[in-house]
């Protein structure tokens, strides 16, 4: 006979056990980190990395902040311009609204690239993060800037295309569509047909309008926001961040918008992945996620048949889905005596 309470107790042992899981990745991930000897901590929170060389893929470091008593995972992350999303992730073990004083809060400030040209802005909607290449200039070598970001909710999702700036605009007047306008007074929150440059102006201070009609890269009213997808298709920037990008994009710059929930790169020998699910709402299966992930590493293995991979570090890696580098390699052929089989570790498992 089924106990009334079986139920919930199955759900909060489920959600004890994936709490278990990213913790225990979290710690896969330090261990990694710390083996790796990568950028130190200054370098790693100020959001702009050198530019690794083309057969490595990995920039940034770890970093962590102790929480004070009035903090929340949305309040750091705001502070430290990490988003919500992603904070949250690299941090199941903490409460979201009540970390508690003293509490060591992990930032989300190690990255694989995406795969796409290292160029103009790459912006991959599954992260919700904007990278920005910026060429070297005098006294200062190429680097990249890594940004958090908001994009469009269920239903006004933001569109994956290679587009192009055509115009920016300080201080932009805002129109908003039909579409939206219908879609606000729906929801109880009408806005007017054209909304002037100001503090209730939900484009902020700055506007990178691209090819695609309808669609910018732009500032926010609502700082807390970022991190998470609640516009109405277009991508937003904390204030400060849209500001200094504008001074950086010129118009003509290249922005490619691609959805990649799993990453995998090279930090010289070492072979990491990234699963993505910030909000841990994703429609999809660990299986699902674990074959993403073998497309990726197939992807970036390439040639090198002489490398194995831990599958079982990359199915750990897709169950908790923190969104943190997770190194899953190498492990060496001359590890095993040649009548050695383990399917684990072939790479074309």
Partial sequence: MMLPCFGWMAGLLMKCFSDFLRVSLVALVLG?????GVAAPEAAASGFYPIPEPDDHLVGGLVTTTAAEEDTLVLIGRRYRTGYGAIRAANPGVDAWLPGEGTQVLLPT?????EAARKGIVINTAEMRLYHYEPAV???PARVGVYAISIGRGGRETPLATARVTRKAQNPTWYPTESIRKDRAE?????AAVVPPGPDNPLGTRALYLNLPAYLIHGTNRELGIGMPVTAGCVRMY?????Y???QVPVGSQVEIVYQPVKAGWMGDTLYVESHNPLGDLPITVDERVQQLRAAIARTLGERRDFTVDWSKVRVAAEASTGLPVPVGPIWLEHHRPDESN?????GE
């Fill in 32 to 36: 990694g980190f710390a083996q790796a």
């Fill in 138 to 140: 005098a006294g200062q």
């Fill in 239 to 243: 204030p400060e961040d849209v500001e």
């Fill in 343 to 347: 399917d684990s570790d072939a790479v």
């Fill in 187 to 191: 929801r109880g929150t009408p806005v």
């Fill in 245 to 247: 990008l504008y001074e």
């Fill in 110 to 114: 190690w990255h694989i690239l995406p």
